[in-house]
């Protein structure tokens, strides 16, 4: 049994049925890539996967290390070492990233002082250290937002990654970091979840499965070598 | 336990003043004052006052003898006392304490330097018989009885209260504290407080307020008159958390001369209704002023709150600054109003209301005021209204937060640019009761 397994998963947003019946598992310490085209349903799972109150599991269930967790509010799925890396991570004026994640690391059971020495080590890891005292996301650019999400993942060290578009609006030194911290997650055991549509990361990182989601339902699911037969043919050629 | 009758006649304001043993000055200003009460009408604006029943409150009375040592108070006021966390701030050096329980100060202690310093820091009613002149100058002179019907209330019964008084030239380094509390049902506190500031001084007083709950409707309707004589510096802190079933009517006023600042910060929590509109007179050129209120309004809450400045000489300047969160079926309301005198050639102004609402059934309402009577001036006015988003929550929570976690972290963001102009002791007591007060909301 994989660290996440996911099984039949239904979800029904604004009466619109998104995800219909999506089984896959992920392995501890491996990288694995989530591809499908825009609307195939990508986002959904992942807020799905992750609590998000406004996506309700209808059938299916979640394992989070062989915990059923599909019924946990989205705090408690944290706290068992679920992580989501948002694609659009909101903006919260007058809270300070250093003042959220040590809240957030507090409920993790991180002690202080190991909490200050990652996190400090993180802001330099990302090259962000002059985003630390500044207010949660407030007038981040679109590269700074992501590195800003791959930190917080650094720093709460989750079992289960869910990434979702890590780099989209991300220019091409960033987007080698975020490919190391990815990396560097997976290798202290992190099964990572890196969701897009877009292959260019796949090639600075050691990918072990692909999914292909369309139109709700994983069709394709393989190797490395699928992402790069999406990338020469397109999604409509492996659609199948 | 003395309490006086209940009701309000010329009788009861003999009898309070006799009790005190004031002079004839006194008496005759609280009796103009009830005559004054007696034609004033009530509020032609604001929260709903008509289930406020004058006939129904106590307005003077005296639980505990005054004590002049913290071991002497009676245990059940100092273990109230002690859940505020009094004993370290007082630790922690606070330039002293009057503790007011009931209508009398029953506990002080002032610290050496202070007193070596020249300056007065005293009850309101021993001020008034070791400096006679010194307060008959000011007393009700910023906001005299004639202003408002709870103003003249004020003038009638007032008991208990603070005097500050700083010498020319004298910074007082440590702030100046003092608790209010109510004890008994259906009793009213009309402390006074007045500090006076004599030129180039600078203070900073703090007045924090946080009462048990009660079963029946309570009137509080304090008053505080600052004078800052000429570069004077005067800071005033207030934080009002009283029970749910308390009116909160209060009177606050400055006066700032040449050169002075007066900076009000205020956070108001409890309370069944208030009205409070601390207001700074800038009277000489280049006086300053500063206003910050904060305040957090729930279920059943009207917070009627506001502040003034008045500008009358050249190139003043004042900043209004509020940050108002409303959760559940509650309303927010607050009035920002800036009045600039032909004369104030050069005055700068600015009003700035930003409201968090955190329910559906929250109400908000802003009502800016700017009355300029010059056009050399820089005023300028900005209202924002926002909720917290399900994206904010669902982003908070997904890291690990609970959701009364989340949103606690949500609103002390919000109201963060006030919460740091409070001492650090409060601050850490403000957050702790926001995170009690979504816990409980949320369930």
């Known amino acids: 049994m994989g660290i996440l397994e996911v099984r039949d998963l239904v979800v029904t947003v604004e009466g619109k049925k998104i995800l219909k019946g999506v089984s896959f598992s992920l392995e501890k310490g491996k990288i694995h890539a989530l591809m499908g085209p825009n609307g195939s349903g990508k986002s959904t799972l992942a807020f799905a996967l992750a609590g998000h109150p406004d996506y309700p599991v209808e059938e299916g269930r979640i394992f989070l290390n062989s915990e059923d967790i599909t019924e946990l509010p989205p705090n408690e799925r944290a706290r068992r070492g679920l992580f989501l890396g948002f694609q659009y991570p909101p903006e919260v004026e007058g809270v300070r990233l250093r003042e959220f994640l040590r809240l957030a690391a507090a409920n993790r059971h991180e002690h202080f002082c190991e909490f200050q020495k990652l996190y400090l080590e993180s802001l330099a890891y990302f090259r962000m250290d002059e985003l630390g005292d500044r207010e949660l996301n407030v007038g981040f650019s679109g590269g700074e937002k992501k590195r800003s999400e791959l930190l917080q993942m650094r720093v709460l060290r989750p079992k289960v990654a869910l990434l979702d578009e890590p780099d989209s609006g991300v220019d091409v030194d960033g987007l080698r970091l975020i490919a190391a911290g990815i990396e560097e997650a997976a290798r202290l055991g992190t099964a990572v979840l890196l969701i897009t549509h877009y292959p260019r990361i796949l090639e600075y990182l050691p990918i072990s499965r692909v999914f292909v989601l369309d139109d709700g339902r994983i069709v394709r699911e393989g190797g490395p070598e699928l992402a790069w037969e999406i990338e020469r043919s397109g999604y409509e050629a492996v659609r199948g | 336990m003395k309490r006086t009758s209940v009701g309000l006649t010329a009788e009861l304001i003999e009898e309070i003043s006799r009790e005190k043993g004031e002079p004839r000055w006194m008496l005759e200003h609280r009796l103009r004052a009830l005559e004054i009460f007696r034609k004033l009408p ?25 004590v002049g040592s913290w071991e002497e108070l009676p245990e059940e006021i100092r273990r109230t006392l002690e859940e505020l966390g009094l004993p370290e701030a007082e630790r922690k050096a606070l330039a002293g304490l009057g503790a007011q329980v009931d209508s009398e100060v029953v506990y002080r202690s002032i610290l050496a330097e202070v007193r070596a310093q020249g300056v007065i820091f005293e009850p309101m009613e021993e001020a008034l018989k070791n400096h006679p002149e010194l307060v008959r ?49 259906g009793v009213g506190q009309f402390e006074h407080t007045l500090i006076v500031a004599e030129a180039g001084s600078s203070v900073h ?30 800071r005033f802190t207030t934080i009002q958390n009283w029970s749910r079933n308390v009116y909160n009517l209060n009177n606050k006023r400055a006066v700032a001369y040449a050169g002075a600042t007066v900076d009000w910060v205020s956070g108001s929590l409890g309370s069944k209704v208030t009205m409070l509109y601390p207001s700074t007179i800038l009277a000489g050129r280049g006086a300053k002023t500063e206003n910050l209120s904060f305040s957090f ?52 102004g600015h ?82 009761l926001l995170e009690m007060s979504f816990a409980e909301a949320i369930g």
Not at chain 2, 153 to 173: K, Q
Not at chain 2, 215 to 222: F, I, M, N, Q, V
Request: proline share 6%.
């Open chain 2, 42 to 66: 009530m509020p032609r604006f604001g929260p709903d006052l008509s289930e406020l029943d004058f006939s129904d409150i106590s307005y003077y009375l005296r639980t505990v003898e005054p």
């Open chain 2, 137 to 185: 100058e000011h007393f009700m002179k910023v906001i005299p009885p004639e202003d408002n019907k709870f103003a003249a209330l004020h003038g009638a019964v007032w008991s208990g209260g603070t005097f500050v008084w700083v010498p020319e030239g004298v910074e007082v380094a440590i702030p100046l504290q003092a608790y209010f509390r109510m004890q008994t049902q």
């Open chain 2, 205 to 234: 007083y703090i007045e924090g307020c946080s009462a048990p709950r009660y079963t029946k409707a309570a009137l509080h309707s304090g008053m505080v008159e600052i004078v800052a004589k000429e570069g004077a510096h005067v």
């Open chain 2, 297 to 348: 309004a729930r279920n059943g809450q009207r917070l009627d709150l506001g502040a003034k400045a008045i500008h009358l000489a050249p190139d003043t300047s004042s900043r209004l600054v509020s940050r108002s969160v409303v959760q559940g079926k509650a309303k927010n309301v607050f009035r920002g109003k800036l009045y600039v005198a032909p004369e104030a050639k050069g005055a700068k």
């Open chain 2, 351 to 432: 009003v700035e209301c930003s409201t968090l609402l955190l329910s559906p059934e929250a109400e908000t309402e802003t009502i800016p005021t700017l009355d300029v009577r010059n056009h050399e001036v820089e005023v300028g006015h900005e209202a924002t209204v926002g909720r917290v988003s399900r994206d904010q929550l669902f982003y908070l929570t997904s890291r690990g937060l609970d959701e009364a976690e989340a949103l606690s972290l949500i609103v002390n963001g919000f109201v963060s640019p006030i919460l740091k102009e409070i001492p650090f002791e409060y601050a850490v007591e403000l957050k702790r």
